[in-house]
């Protein structure tokens, strides 16, 4: 374990405080103890000024009488870059995943043995790391460029902006997939800030926002008295955007008989305005998007394989805010902060039934649909916080308990229930099998073997 990670260490328990600290500091970390968690966040108020004060928390709230909601969030407001680890004896599966979805990174269970608690931290810290990059890069893009930066803390997501850095100085085209509202145009526009053409134009356009006779001219242009009523002279956006960045959105939204012009254009480096004869070079990064399965489009036919390879030199996924639950917490409270002034300055913070509510939702419409509940919640709400009785009913009707019967209504075996009931607590911990198997109180072999054959049986 690196020897700079800093550790804060929450207990009521002395003993185990001590215990800890043993272990911790052995392997080289600082650690600094505090009795109680009431204790801890008058601790990290007092020092409000520094975001980055620990990369990881370890909290026992056993014999507390703050709940891990409460101190989940103020640990959040005050250190939004740490990683937070709850130790407890007693759990129950509500309650290891409402912390896991309000964005802990993890739950251990006593006893806990030296390794996995090494372990454990490691991966935090790791984590925590790559939070406080991205927060520092975010800060500097927005300082440099007012552009809004991809919020997250989920780890493969700061991956991926870590890499979108790297490929950003390349003058490579790139190709973004993934769900309407999971923030491709934002990652673009991170891509150009980051880049060495940002002092030059960042262009966008939705290739499905016109058909091709209007397309050709918005990306190319015309020239005087190319088509009745063309009095001067037009530059197209590929134009417009030399020396900085094209971001062509939903491509796969373009006609074949417009693919082969655009292709054209990125090969040679040059076009022809509609009319003109004189081509005109250009110095254009080309940066792609759509929410369709791209290959597929290929494979079918419906999308030009020489344009897909000319696209995708460099590629990257953006994952539904399904797929990464424990973001929604961080989102909500950006977005409070991003709209309160212009809808309304009274609203600072969220109601914690209203955050379940929110963290339990599935989000078909991604990020783009959060950001649509918070604004409409917050022009609705009376009081400081955003509560229940604010969000859309199809919002708070919705329910993500496990359902003991199929959708038939046809009741199941117990065999059937025990299979689903344990392929619902491994989606719920997110794979992870060490923490499935402690919820379902088996060891990870019997777990391994039961998963083993759910799915032979399947």
Known sequence: MSDSVRILLVDKDNVALRNLEIILRKDG?????????????????????????????????????????????????????????????????TSVVDVIRQGAFHYLIKPISPQELRQTVTLAAENSRHRQMQQGICQELVSKRGSQPLITNDLAMLRLLEQARKAAIMELPILITGETGTGKEILARFLHDASLRNKKPFVAINCGAFNEELLVNELFGHGRAAFTGAFRDHKGLVETAHGGTLFLDEITEMSLNMQVKLLRVIQEKELRRLGVTTPVTIDVRFIAATNRPIQQEVEAGRFRRDLYYRLNVIDFYLPPLSDRQGDIPVLVHHFLEKHSKDINPIVTGISKPALDRLC???????????????????????????????????????????????????????????????????????????????????????????????????
């Open 29 to 93: 970390c600082f650690v600094t103890s505090i009795t109680g968690a009431g204790a801890a966040i008058k601790y990290l108020e007092s020092r409000a000024s520094d975001l980055n004060l620990f990369d990881v928390v370890l909290a026992d709230l056993g014999l507390d009488s703050l709940d891990e909601g409460h101190f989940l969030d103020q640990c959040m407001r005050l250190q939004p870059a740490c990683a937070l680890i709850f130790i407890s004896d007693k759990i129950t599966v």
């Open 360 to 458: 339990n939702y599935s989000f078909p419409g991604n990020v783009r649909e959060l950001e649509n509940i918070l604004q409409r919640a917050m022009a609705f709400a009376t009081g400081s916080d955003v509560t229940e009785n604010d969000l859309p009913n199809y919002i708070v009707n919705s329910n993500s308990q496990f359902v003991f019967q199929n959708t038939d209504r046809q009741f199941l075996s117990l065999e059937d229930m025990e299979a689903k009931y344990i392929l619902w607590v491994c989606d719920e911990v997110k794979g992870n099998q060490t923490m499935a198997a402690k919820i379902l109180g088996l060891d990870r072999v019997s777990l391994w073997r039961r998963l083993k054959k759910i799915q032979l049986e399947a």
